[in-house]
Each structure stands twice: as structure tokens, then as C-alpha cells.
């Protein structure tokens, strides 16, 4: 995302150009303070000194690409720190699997440049470089999720025992010689297997439709990587990501 106006702002009043220890715009504040308190008249000077040098400064299209690239720089660093903790979250077989996935990402996007990273003309544009991104971004959240739903399904028992434990206790109640007050503490205990195994079948689910949207994902990327090795112009690889950006 780019800076707002006030990011560009904040930078042109303390931008600090190479070799000076303090902005020189900290300075010409401090020597318009100090000559307004022998004349006041010096004070309303300097404030309109001020705003013209934040206007023109802010208006300046170098400056503004030097703010963007230091702003983007810092976004990255973020990004790349926050991926990489969430990638240690993984065991090793899941994060093989999503370094793979970012590799043939990448072969993606490299594709048509040339020896010296110059783009040929065939070259993917920004939004479809971003929708990659965003792909093995969410990748990398599914194998997340994957594993954190893996770890209940592991430690609970296998529905088969849970299902014999229902109709023991099923038939532990409908046993007439059963006391009024063990029937009612077995029906708790029923109630609560009952919905712990409507929790593990959920969680099931959950991994089943998880386990496919991620094999849809790498087969797409598997796609577009074989569609920009085939293509020329990598017309149909772009087309491709645009599809997938929209869903």
C-alpha cells in the first residue's frame, strides 16, 4: 500500500539530506523562532517559509519515489519477518511443501527476464505479481490451519471407540436396573461424547476441504508456471492470474 499524504509530509519536514547531521529544515525553524523573539512579524515569515518548502517538497515526484521505495522497503522487512516466524510454526514436511510452492512461484515471475533482470516485454505487471503473492500467502495459511486442526484429530480417539463408548453409554441408560442418579450422570457423559464427536467430524471436514483447496492452489501455480514456459508473450499465464486474483 502506498504512503498517504501525511507519511510524505512527515518525511519532506524532517528529509535530511546526505551528510548533514540534523534536517536543515529543523534549522531555518529554530532560527525563525529565535529572530521572532526579537520581532514577532519573523514568526508569521517562517511559517509561510515552512509551508511552501512542505508543499514543494511534497509535490516533488523524486521525493515522493524516495519515500515509496523506504516505505515499501519497511513493509518488506515486515512481510518477510512475519512470514518467516510463521513458516517456523510449520513441522518440516509442511514447510518443504510451501518453499516449494514460493519457488515455483518465483520461477514464475522470473521467467521472462532476461540475464540482468531487465524484463523482455512479456513480463507479468505488478497486480499479477501481488495476486501471486497473495496466493502462497494464503498457502501458507491453509498448511497453518491444516496443522492446528491435524493436532486435535491426533489426539483424539479414533471414531470407532467414540462411537462404541455412545452405545455403551446408550445402552448403560436404557438399562431399567440403571439408578435414577447414575442415568443422570451418564447422560451428561453422552452429551458430551456426542458433541466431541460432532467436533471431530466437523474437523474432518475442515481438513478434507483444506487438503483440496491446496492441492487446487499448487495445481494452478503448476499452471501458470507451465503456461509462461509455453507462452511467448505469457498472454495465458496473465490470464490465469487475473482468474485467480478475482476468486
Known amino acids: 500500500m502506498k504512503p498517504g499524504f501525511?507519511?510524505?509530509l512527515g518525511a519532506a519536514f524532517n528529509a535530511r539530506p546526505l551528510g548533514m547531521p540534523l534536517p536543515p529544515n529543523w534549522v531555518?525553524?529554530?532560527?525563525?523562532?529565535?529572530?521572532?523573539?526579537?520581532?514577532?512579524?519573523?514568526?508569521?515569515?517562517?511559517?509561510?517559509?515552512?509551508?511552501g518548502y512542505l508543499l514543494v517538497l511534497v509535490s516533488n515526484a523524486r521525493f515522493r519515489a524516495t519515500v515509496d521505495?523506504?516505505?515499501?522497503?519497511?513493509?518488506?522487512?515486515?512481510?518477510?519477518?512475519?512470514?518467516?516466524?510463521?513458516?517456523?510454526?510449520?513441522?518440516?514436511?509442511e514447510r518443504k511443501r510451501q518453499e516449494t510452492l514460493e519457488e515455483?512461484?518465483?520461477?514464475?515471475?522470473?521467467?521472462?527476464?532476461?540475464?540482468?533482470?531487465?524484463?523482455?516485454g512479456a513480463a507479468l505487471d505488478g497486480a499479477q505479481a501481488e495476486s501471486l503473492a497473495q496466493l502462497a500467502w494464503?498457502?501458507?495459511?491453509?498448511?497453518?490451519?491444516?496443522?492446528?486442526?491435524?493436532?486435535?484429530?491426533?489426539e483424539a480417539e479414533p471414531p470407532a471407540e467414540v462411537a462404541k463408548r455412545i452405545r455403551d453409554l446408550q445402552k448403560r441408560i436404557a438399562?431399567?436396573?440403571?439408578?435414577?442418579?447414575?442415568?443422570?450422570?451418564?447422560?451428561?457423559?453422552?452429551?458430551?461424547?456426542?458433541?466431541?464427536q460432532a467436533s471431530h467430524t466437523s474437523v474432518r471436514d475442515q481438513l478434507a476441504l483444506i487438503d483440496a483447496e491446496l492441492e487446487r492452489l499448487r495445481q494452478q501455480v503448476e499452471l501458470v508456471r507451465e503456461q509462461t514456459a509455453l507462452s511467448a508473450d505469457a498472454s495465458g499465464a496473465s490470464r490465469t492470474i487475473d482468474a485467480l486474483g478475482a476468486t
Open 69 to 93: 521505495a523506504k516505505h515499501l522497503q519497511a513493509a518488506s522487512g515486515t512481510w518477510e519477518s512475519k512470514r518467516a516466524a510463521l513458516i517456523e510454526r510449520l513441522p518440516a514436511a
Open 138 to 154: 494464503v498457502h501458507l495459511r491453509l498448511l497453518l490451519s491444516r496443522n492446528r486442526l491435524d493436532r486435535v484429530v491426533s
Open 6 to 8: 501525511l507519511t510524505y
Open 175 to 196: 438399562d431399567p436396573s440403571t439408578s435414577e442418579g447414575l442415568k443422570n450422570s451418564l447422560s451428561s457423559q453422552l452429551e458430551i461424547l456426542t458433541s466431541r
Open 28 to 51: 531555518g525553524l529554530a532560527a525563525a523562532g529565535l529572530l521572532g523573539l526579537m520581532n514577532p512579524g519573523f514568526w508569521l515569515i517562517g511559517a509561510g517559509v515552512e509551508l
Open 104 to 120: 515455483r512461484c518465483r520461477a514464475v515471475l522470473t521467467h521472462n527476464q532476461d540475464g540482468d533482470g531487465n524484463s523482455d
